[in-house]
């Protein structure tokens, strides 16, 4: 692994850590209500994370750089999983349902896959583009 690999890597767990430690250690949440539907269409929610230091990650299989920052994000979820580190990667609704499905299941993302179908996770969390 690049030595910048391991910073991005680092980083992205610092920031991970330290907003789950400021907002939700202190009962504040700035993250907003917000129900996922994952690929197997169970849900999971922003309620179900509290207690977690959790990356709610946008993200399409369109998107070059997002691409390319999964195994960042695998590894990152993979190195912390098991001291309570959650991810849920939510695919834009552009995204079409069956290249997020072949995606997960082909690169085996560790991690929660939700597809945000109607846009209205995006736009909750402040209007992601």
Same mark, same amino acid.
């Given at each position: *692994? /690049?030595? =910048?690999?391991?910073?991005? /890597?680092?980083?992205?767990?610092?920031?991970?850590?330290?907003?789950?430690?400021? &907002? @939700? /250690?202190?009962?504040?949440?700035?993250?907003?209500? !917000? !129900? &996922?539907?994952?690929?197997?269409?169970?849900?999971?929610?922003? #309620?179900?994370?509290?207690? =977690?230091?959790?990356?709610?990650? &946008? @993200?399409? #299989?369109?998107?070059?750089?997002?691409?390319?920052? *999964?195994?960042?994000?695998?590894? #990152?979820?993979?190195?912390?999983?098991?001291?309570? &580190?959650?991810?849920?990667?939510?695919? *834009?609704?552009?995204?079409?349902?069956?290249? %997020?499905?072949?995606?997960?299941? #082909?690169?085996?993302?560790?991690?929660? %896959?939700?597809?945000?179908? !109607?846009?209205? %996770?995006? =736009?909750?969390? /402040?209007?992601?583009?």
């Amino acid at each position: *692994m /690049g030595i =910048k690999r391991v910073w991005a /890597g680092l980083a992205l767990a610092v920031l991970a850590a330290l907003s789950a430690w400021v &907002f @939700w /250690g202190q009962g504040r949440s700035p993250a907003p209500e !917000t !129900t &996922f539907v994952l690929l197997d269409g169970s849900k999971d929610s922003t #309620t179900q994370l509290r207690g =977690k230091v959790a990356l709610v990650n &946008f @993200w399409a #299989t369109s998107c070059t750089s997002c691409v390319a920052e *999964m195994p960042d994000l695998i590894a #990152t979820y993979q190195k912390y999983q098991s001291q309570g &580190f959650d991810t849920v990667a939510v695919a *834009m609704q552009y995204d079409p349902p069956s290249y %997020v499905v072949n995606f997960a299941e #082909t690169r085996k993302l560790p991690f929660k %896959v939700a597809i945000d179908n !109607t846009g209205a %996770v995006a =736009k909750s969390w /402040g209007d992601v583009q």
